[in-house]
């Protein structure tokens, strides 16, 4: 495995200067490029919730709560994730295996695009766009400390992740900046589930879990994009000795 060449110092002082003006020329370009994209999970249909509605549970009826009218149909891709080598690859979030390699110019060029604006101990571990039926594109992505040494996922070891979601119009390419909604000192598997359900409004709920030998906390979060609001809005605990309990708080605190 080769080391990934350091950003130059240049390279550094032009997304410094160019910061957020730059990705959105990139993001742009990209869009115009989108009826190209592919692979999507289902390519031939959107969907408006992706949970069982008769399920059981607190969150289930505040999610239940939001009505048909109120949510924009959508479909996502798989999971993309860094081989270490910043190659990226198609994977379902609950498989370790890889599928096709990301090869779409429109998904390689927003990869870029992200990787290039991170400061050079961080880099992009993985991600996932989804598109809604009115054309709007959102983007959640996830990022990690560098290491130095060859570890199993390359060049990152899990630590200190970042979690991030960000959306532009496919048709005019302007873009919101990322919203960071979640840090974990630990996540060795990283990337969320494809939503739960888009609202009209910009409202992207996301399920995203921390597994840790014998326990494990998934939450279930509220973001409004255009606004930047992030709400908690259930976390369960599970945790396991001589069987597995479950303890979940439903939360409407923001932060």
């Known amino acids: 495995m080769k080391k990934r060449p350091k950003k130059s110092r240049q390279n550094r002082v032009v997304w410094a200067v160019a910061g957020i003006i730059g990705l959105v020329v990139i993001l742009a370009w990209a869009v115009s490029k989108w009826g190209s994209r592919t692979p999507l999970d289902n390519p031939t249909s959107y969907v408006r919730r992706t949970y069982d509605t008769t399920a059981s549970g607190e ?145 992207v709920y996301l399920s995203c879990g921390v597994v840790e030998a014998y326990n494990a906390i998934n939450t279930i979060y509220e973001i409004n994009v255009p606004s930047a609001t992030i709400v908690e809005l259930q976390t369960c605990t599970y945790t396991r000795d001589s069987e597995v309990t479950k303890t979940c708080t439903l939360n409407k605190g923001q932060y």
């Open 59 to 203: 969150h289930i009826a505040v999610l239940n709560s939001i009505t048909d009218t109120e949510l924009v149909p959508f479909r996502c891709t798989m999971q993309y994730i860094n081989n270490g080598e910043n190659t990226y690859f198609w994977r379902l979030t609950t498989q370790h295996d890889l599928f096709d390699q990301v090869e779409d110019a429109p998904f390689l060029a927003i990869i870029g695009a992200v990787d290039s604006s991170l400061p050079e101990n961080r880099m992009l571990i993985s991600g996932r766009f989804c598109e809604t039926q009115n054309g709007m594109i959102y983007a959640d992505y996830y990022t990690a400390d560098r290491t130095s040494s060859y570890v199993e996922r390359g060049y990152y070891n899990g630590s200190e992740v970042e979690g991030y979601l960000t959306s532009f119009d496919a048709k005019t390419g302007n873009h919101l900046p990322p919203i960071k909604f979640t840090t974990k000192k630990i996540w060795p598997y990283t990337g969320c589930k494809e939503p739960l359900q888009i609202s009209t409004n910009g409202t």
